[in-house]
């Protein structure tokens, strides 16, 4: 336990499962008042306990929001319905998704899908946050969850990448668009992470094993290790670091 995100209400898209639940989590250790599980349903993809029961027992205040993050009015109900917990603080836009069918003959329906999941839904998202935060006068964190295939491609990943990627300059252009409000704005990019979502695309987790012999560190990541890495960019010890985007990736973009 630490007290980074002491006295911080922080909204995590997509946080019932996966990464999104280790962001969560993470930010109960690290000394959150309240967490905002916002996602399309309250039970983990993996199973087992909710994400909201998990921090009440950490002593966290917790609340789930069932959201579409595809839907403008949605993120603004969704940080609206924090303005009684203070309004956010710290906004982790998480939610995103990868598609089986990935590649250089990516269908029209699914590059949309991938774009409206993982741009429009992060782009909403922080809007609506950025909003609430200059209302109130808030110096916030937004913090996106962008990806290793943001900073490199691959024939298997030709949408998610190039969803990633936008993620990472969105990141970027709102740093210098809220800067002056004093709203900082950085990505975080996983690696191998042993979440579900590597099985997501068959060509992936083919590579995977190949690619974590190869990387520096020689094994995959954990979601918890990607919450640490969050909640530091949510805290006053980032307070001078903003349109960065950060490899949690054990080294793998290093030497790739």
Same mark, same amino acid.
């Given at each position: 336990?630490?007290? #980074? ?19 969560? #989590?993470?930010?109960? @250790? ?9 996602? #399309?349903?309250? &039970? ?18 917790? @609340?789930?929001?069932?959201?579409? +993050? ?18 956010? &603080? ?25 774009? @409206? ?18 209302? #109130? ?14 900073? @490199?491609?691959?024939?298997?990943? +030709? ?25 900082? +704005? ?7 992470? &042993? ?62």
């Amino acid at each position: 336990m630490t007290a #980074l995100l002491k006295d911080k209400l922080i909204v995590v898209t997509g946080g019932a499962s996966g990464i999104g639940r280790g962001i969560a #989590l993470a930010a109960a @250790r690290h000394g959150a008042r309240a967490v905002v599980i916002a996602d #399309l349903q309250p &039970d983990p993809k993996e199973g087992g306990a909710t994400t909201t029961s998990l921090l009440e027992e950490m002593g966290t205040i917790a @609340r789930f929001c069932r959201v579409d +993050v595809t839907s403008r009015a949605d993120m603004d109900a969704l940080v609206a319905d924090t303005l009684d917990l203070g309004g956010v &603080d710290v906004m982790v836009c998480n939610a995103g998704i990868a598609l089986p069918r990935d590649g250089c003959d990516i269908s029209e329906e699914d590059f949309h899908q991938l774009l @409206r999941v993982n741009l429009d839904g992060v782009l909403f998202s922080a809007q609506a946050a950025a909003a609430q935060m200059r209302s #109130l006068g808030k110096q916030g964190s937004i913090v996106m969850t962008g990806s290793m295939g943001g900073i @490199r491609g691959a024939a298997v990943t +030709v949408g998610y990448s190039t969803t990633k990627g936008g993620v990472c300059l969105m990141a970027a252009s709102l740093a210098d668009a809220l800067g002056p409000d004093g709203i900082r +704005v950085n990505a975080v990019c996983p690696g191998l992470i &042993d979440t579900s979502l590597i099985n997501a695309s068959p060509g992936v987790a083919k590579a995977a094993q190949g690619l974590v012999d190869r990387m520096p560190l020689r094994r995959l990541g954990q979601p918890s290790e990607v919450g640490d890495a969050v909640a530091w960019l949510g805290s006053d010890c980032s307070s001078f670091v903003t349109g960065v985007s950060l490899a949690v990736d054990g080294g793998l973009t290093a030497i790739i």
